[in-house]
């Protein structure tokens, strides 16, 4: 059984950020990797030390996201390809062509994506992928057993949970309530060092400037519209709680 | 004359509230630019919808009818819109950001060669395009983004335009569909509905959500009467899904659902800004937490600082007098 | 890769990664463990770094634009606060623009990052490249010793050997205490409380205010009405476009005079100094970004633990309390850094002979002994005292205020001498005996 995982760098959303002239900054520079990669690696972990599959990773990104790269290596993963881009304004649609790319002379069961990158909570790239590669899909998984070859999905649809077989090979995204990946051990950390990681650019892939000309970009960054902190009301809960109710009925009007 | 073109999500025999938001939007849009302001149904009974539709001002409804999109599965859905774009060629297709829509946006983007533009809280149809706002980093900063194409997919988040009616006599176009059972390769086993969700929560006027403050059957027979009380969706931070205490399709926030109500009521949340993240929509924000410090008060109009255990019987007993008079 | 390392370093703050660069450059294998997610992230203090010593560590770090630094210091000024006036001592000088720079302003978060980065680079040039590690996101619960020698850690299940162990775990000092060197119950009433946040501008505004130029920084010591009469003193600190500014606050002081019913949290006690006239003015338009909270050593010999070594065990930075305090700055990275650097070489030395004994390892107080870091610990131990002394934060600042006031008013009434001013402020404030007690003592201690 053999697993992908495409793993993403970002940008911790806690740390503090500031725009200036339109443009993001990050005060301390802290990436991390995607939560919902994060759990796509553990879930790929967790059956394959079940059903004796093989894990490997695979990132696009600046030569620093390879200890992104070394983290998931880390928490278990055997093997790691690092295509090395530095051209930050690729969209989803450019990183699943890079990765169709990559797969289309690979052998695998299934291909895990994280439902959506943390800091732009696009969730387009599974998609793209799934289709470009042909491949049957699905997205949003909250959980995931083997049934009789094929991966049994639990995904978060609209009103309900939906159980959705997908047969090998497929593609399947994975939301963070899935589990609770592992924070690598120390043993997992040494490891990882010495696990092989190929380096390799899209050119190595036969990919053109042409081919990763974007078609979707990002123009600015703004402020959100501030909401202003409101009034808080402290003491007696049953004066408070009443003085509340009253406000939201003839202040506020939404009762 | 081209077209925009909006997917109309149906839930129980009612249009979604969120996709008359989006529709409301085009309509807007496609007055601007004097261009076709189009829907299109796909569902089991797909043209029982096109009478609610005469309201929003549409020319044309595009209609896929079979039995196979009762269940959600994206092979058919996706063969659907694609035959549809195929015919419309429209200049935009816009959605609203569900679950649903976020299962396909991704592979019909690929599929039909055309950027999309997803979840965003507004939106221009341009000359080469579409440009729009994102809220992105957790909904922490908005995005100014653009896609150029011929053809633009966008996702909206809910909440994000007011419904606007107009009144219009829609043509009716039905698509022949038609799917084997070898295109669709995944198979759906089972469906497990949310327990106890009366009201959608994406659509409720009010929402009563519950964190990890909110610790036993006592504190959740609470939140259940203030619900009631209100007429109020439920929903719940991850703490409050993950522990098994209320069913993960409640969860509101980046990894669950944006809501947009008159009035949110947050109970025993501490305001993580990944729960944010699905409730910036709201109009008034009501918050209840011991810890004067937490978080979600920078963000509540009303902030009630207070054990919910001693606030919410009388809050409650006060909203039921106050409903009566 | 299961052999056993030559060094299993504690902590990755600026003394455990001061230990790991020297560890590197020296070709040993170590291992260096951090609790926090990445280095720096649990140190979100941070201020003013002295001295050189960081160029030992990474030569010529000023070339490079975005290091792990945000300004060099050129401007300090020293303030005397009352309730509604400030008098300064300030001192600007060219001199202090010359690398190496003698005080570069740091954010830990980001200086801490930077600087494991720096070792990683070093590791991957030393010979263990493959077994020297940097280790995030992992708590050492135990020192595992064997008789009297230290010979590995356990984190969790995992247990790792090696010849020897550098705790280098900050002010919380538990595996310092674990292993007898420190008395458990000894510090709580030398210890301080520090608060600081970080203030955002406009890069534009914040060089103007400050008359900043280029990465040229200032340092703002602050004495008297800054804490309510609680000892302590506070900071300002100017970084690329943010200001840190703070208070450290003795703990027993606070826990008396700031009561519960009184409710004087060390948070409120800063909004107080920033809403101080002198702070106002020069915070306003800010936003602040970061608050954060942490304990640091008084520098009060007294909490400086007798014994610094065992067999195979070395304690440095602020696990060993070495911090300073006398007023004119804190100096407690540097200190660290030095500390990290003396331990790691004695641990190269021990090495070369095979010798982890408590006789080898004491070779390392004994040169932390020489070291200024020592000197001036003993050296300035009346300065720290008498920084600690109610005068020194209540009175004098009122007093010198109260002079300052008449001073430098100008009535159209006859001016008095200065000389007249001053016997009034002290008849005011406090009594000539206390003052030449004070005297004294400060003529002796600095
Ligand atoms: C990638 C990612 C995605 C995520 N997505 C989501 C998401 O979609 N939705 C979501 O909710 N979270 C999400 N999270 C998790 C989020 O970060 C927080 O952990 C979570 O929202 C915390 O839930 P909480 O506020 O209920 O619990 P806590 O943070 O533990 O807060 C509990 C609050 O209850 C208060 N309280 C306790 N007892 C009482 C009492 N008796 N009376 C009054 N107040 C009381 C406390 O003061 C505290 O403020 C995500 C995290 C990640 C990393
Ligand atoms: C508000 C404030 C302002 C200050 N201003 C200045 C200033 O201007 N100039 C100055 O020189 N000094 C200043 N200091 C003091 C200075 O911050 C410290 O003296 C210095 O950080 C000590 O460095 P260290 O490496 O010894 O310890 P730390 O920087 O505290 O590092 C210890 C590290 O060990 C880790 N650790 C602890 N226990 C374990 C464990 N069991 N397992 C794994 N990892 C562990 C911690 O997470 C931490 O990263 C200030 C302190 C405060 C609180
Ligand atoms: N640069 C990248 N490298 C590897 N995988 C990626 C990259 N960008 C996106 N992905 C994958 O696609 C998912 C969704 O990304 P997005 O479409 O950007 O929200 C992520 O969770 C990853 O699994």
Redesign the interface.
Known sequence: MKFYICIKQVPDVNA?L?IKEGQLLQ????MILNAYDASAVEEALVLSEKHDGEVEVVLIGPDKAKETLRKALAMGADKGTHIVTEDESYDSAVYSKILTAFFNDKEYDYIFCGKQAQDTDSGLTGGMLAMQLDLPYTTNAVGMEFENGSILVKRQGDAGQEMISVPSPGLVTCSNDMNEPR?????G???S??KPVDTISTGDLGLSEDDLAVRTQILSFEEKPEREAGRKFEGEPDEVAREVAKLLDEEAGVL | MSSLLTFISVNDGKIKRSSLEVLSRCREEAERLGLDNEAVVVAPDASNYSEQLSGYGVSKVYVVEDPIFKNPLNTPLLKALDAVIEKAAPRVVAFASTEGSKDILGALSASRNVPALPDVSSFEVTDSGVSGKRPVMAAKILSSVEAKGDTVLVSVRSGSYDLTESSSEPEVETIDFSVSEEEIKVVLKEILSASGDRVDLSEAEVVVAAGRGVRDEEGREMISELASVLNAGIGASRALTESGAYDPSLQIGQTGKVVSPQLYIGIGISGAIQHVAGIMNSKVIVAINKDPDAPIFDIADYGIVGDLYKVLPPFIEEIKKLKVS | ?DEKFDCIIVGGGVAGLAAAMTLARKNLKF?L?EKGE?AGAKNVSGGVLWGEDLAKLVPDYWEEEDGGWERFINHRRLTFLDEGSSFSVDFKSQHFNETPYTGVVV?R??FD?WLAGKVEEAIAESDYA?DS?V?P??LVEEILMEGDKAVGIR??E?K?YADSVILAEGVNNLLTRQVGLQDSYVPADHMLTGVKEVI?FDQKVLEDRFQLNGLSGMSNEFVGYATRGIEGGGFLYTNRDTLSIGLVLGLKDLREKGSPDKKLTPYDILNDFKNHPAIADTIRGGEV??YSAHIVSSGDKRVIPEKLYKAGLLVCGEAANLLMNAGKAIQGMDYAIRSGILAAENIVQAKEKNDFSEARMKAYQDELEKSYIMKDINNFQDAVHMLHDPLMYQKVPNLINHFGRQFFSISNRPTRKAREMMRESVKEHASWWELVKLGIKGARSL
């Open positions: 503090p500031q005060d301390t520079d802290r924070i690598p051990s120390l043993k950390i040494m490891q060092k010495r | 890769m291992l463990i990445f954010l978060s980001k990052r493959m590690f280790a996101n992992i984190a969790g995992e790792f955002r970004v970061e």
